[in-house]
Nanobody, 124 residues
Framework: QVQLVESGGGLVQAGGSLRLSCLAS????????MGWFRQAPGKEREFVAT????????YYADSVKGRFTISRDNAKNLVYLQMNVLQPEDTAVYYC?????????????????WGLGTQVSVSS
């Protein structure tokens, strides 16, 4: 069982930055690839970014490539999402998730464990 808790969301103006964190409560954190997804009101949950178990490989949705950076600290059971040049269309609830599927896992069904999410709101 893996418990995930996100933090770091908030309200920011367009062009600003936020860093999301996700703390995993598990002794086997290094077994999992980690991902970030988001869901805007009235829309389906969508893939944002993923990182493999040792942190050496990352993969991004085209919509965030060059603006967002995913990273992890396996010593602390943490995964991060650094979000720069935020735009109003980035407004969503952001979810952290853990996967045992081969990298890169970009579908929600490939993730077995999910956090409750953190709200990110970007004003224009």
């Amino acid at each position: 069982q893996v418990q995930l808790v996100e933090s770091g969301g908030g309200l920011v103006q367009a062009g600003g930055s936020l860093r999301l964190s996700c703390l995993a409560s598990t002794r086997t954190f290094t077994n999992y690839a980690m991902g970030w997804f988001r869901q805007a009101p009235g829309k389906e949950r969508e893939f944002v970014a993923t990182i493999n178990s040792n942190g050496g490989r990352t993969y991004y949705a085209d919509s965030v490539k060059g603006r967002f950076t995913i990273s992890r600290d396996n010593a602390k059971n943490l995964v991060y999402l650094q979000m720069n040049v935020l735009q109003p269309e980035d407004t969503a609830v952001y979810y952290c998730a853990a996967s045992l599927y081969a990298f890169p896992a970009t579908r929600s069904a490939q993730y077995a464990y999910w956090g409750l999410g953190t709200q990110v709101s970007v004003s224009s």
